[in-house]
């Protein structure tokens, strides 16, 4: 079997396609009658012919081995049933130009019993292991299915950009800006990525196939260029067929009073542009607050660090303290305050961007600043005070020792 080109089993033994096995039978009885050797000694002629319609009969009595050949027109034990099916199909679905041509595969290395696993084998001397053989099978495949999904409407992708948010802005509300890269539906082609009339495509000359090699074998695939449709419209200049092109814009959107850092703003229909009618994408924006020098903002809360005096802190007392509304509030130092201690402020927080009348509270962290005392008259009351309040703060660190 080295060259399967145009054999035609059904020929050999002079029956049609359509023939039933007891016809295919009968038939090569006849024939066999009259070319079989000992009927016919020392003629070579006979001896070919015997040998062709024992062939054909071979494939055309064995049902399995003569649905391979109907679909793919050659037999061989390599070819996998499932293999020939969806080549027919493939073909069937191909409908125009040349059938595959398998004009030139050697099928000698592939013998009884040295056939190579699939996948492995070297490709040597030109000639294709099976397993390259099943690749361009599904190489020819991928192509078709692609082909027939074809350009219909879609939907342009959702953007995300992060945006750094002024302190303020994020707490008061405002308008910010972002500068965005996105895709819009090119102008010149109105997101068709080709102007003017389709011509006839110059890869395949219009026929839609074009020869593909594969090892030894030679093969009529779906053009590449114009997915075997063979024609192509002119590509747009301005888009290079994409239909959309880049642009940066600069998008203005509201920040809601209290919006909080990380928080994700949506911006319908400011994505990217969709191909073939298909809906705009949207933007997300993540936004990034600034900080402050005075005040920390933990969600709705504000933090910030108050120094107070001794004095402040042992006697009590009644301090101002700045507040994200500008200005100062009171804030009451109870007497016996210790240094790094918390101190809440109700609802002088941040107003709630979610929850509407909510606001989060101040928390003041005290630290009591230790006067330098520079003055004799200021040390002498310390040692008094010293004498008065004599209780020994470390006492506690030993008893749990
Ligand atoms: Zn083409
Ligand atoms: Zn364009």
Avoid at 147 to 163: F, I, K, M, N, W
Avoid at 310 to 325: F, N, R, Y
Wanted: charge should be positive; proline fraction near 5%; glycine fraction near 12%.
């Amino acid at each position: 079997m080295s060259n399967t080109q145009n054999k035609d089993y059904y020929g050999t033994l002079g029956v049609k396609k359509t023939a039933t096995s007891d016809e295919i039978r009968k038939a090569f009885r006849k024939l066999a009658r009259k070319y079989h050797p000992d009927v016919n000694p020392n003629d070579k002629k006979s001896e070919e012919k015997f040998k062709e319609i024992s062939e054909a009969n071979d494939i055309l009595s064995d049902e399995k081995k003569r649905k391979v050949f109907d679909q793919v027109g050659f037999y061989s034990d390599q070819i996998d049933p499932a293999t020939a099916e969806a080549y027919a199909r493939q073909q069937a679905g191909a409908r125009q130009g040349p059938p595959v041509d398998f004009g030139g595969f050697d099928f000698s290395g592939f013998g009884a019993g040295q056939a190579p696993a699939a996948g492995a084998g070297p490709q040597g001397s030109g000639s294709a292991s099976w397993g390259s053989f099943k690749d361009i099978f599904s190489g020819i495949f991928t192509g078709t299915e692609q082909q027939r999904r074809g350009r219909g409407p879609e939907a342009g992708t959702d953007l995300e950009y992060q945006a750094p948010i002024d302190f303020w802005t994020a707490i008061r509300g405002g308008n910010a800006r972002i500068e965005v890269r996105r895709q819009e539906v090119c102008p010149t082609c109105h997101g068709q990525a080709s102007t003017g009339a389709p011509m006839t495509c110059p890869e395949c000359s219009g026929t839609g196939q074009v020869t593909q090699m594969g090892g030894r074998m030679k093969f009529n695939i779906a053009c590449p260029r114009c997915q075997g449709s063979g024609r192509i419209s002119n590509a747009c200049p301005t888009c290079q067929s994409e239909g959309l092109v880049y642009r940066t814009e600069s998008i203005e959107f509201r920040i809601k009073a209290g919006t909080r850092d990380g928080q994700r703003i949506r911006l319908q229909g400011k994505g990217n542009a969709g191909t073939g009618g298909g809906a705009q994408g949207d933007l997300y924006v993540i936004v990034r607050t600034g900080t402050h020098p005075v005040f920390t903002r933990v969600g709705d809360d504000i933090h910030l660090t108050v120094p107070i005096t001794l004095a402040e802190a042992t006697l009590g007392s009644k301090v101002d303290v700045p507040t994200i509304e500008g200005g100062r509030a009171q804030l009451r130092i109870p007497p016996g305050t210790q240094s790094g201690q918390k101190l809440r402020m109700r609802e002088r927080g941040v107003e709630s961007a979610s929850a509407a009348g909510q606001r989060g509270d101040q928390i003041v962290t005290v630290e009591v600043q230790i006067p330098q005392l520079n003055d004799e008259r200021s040390r002498e009351i310390m040692r008094e005070f010293a004498k008065l309040n004599n209780q020994d703060p470390r006492v506690t660190l030993f008893d749990k020792l």
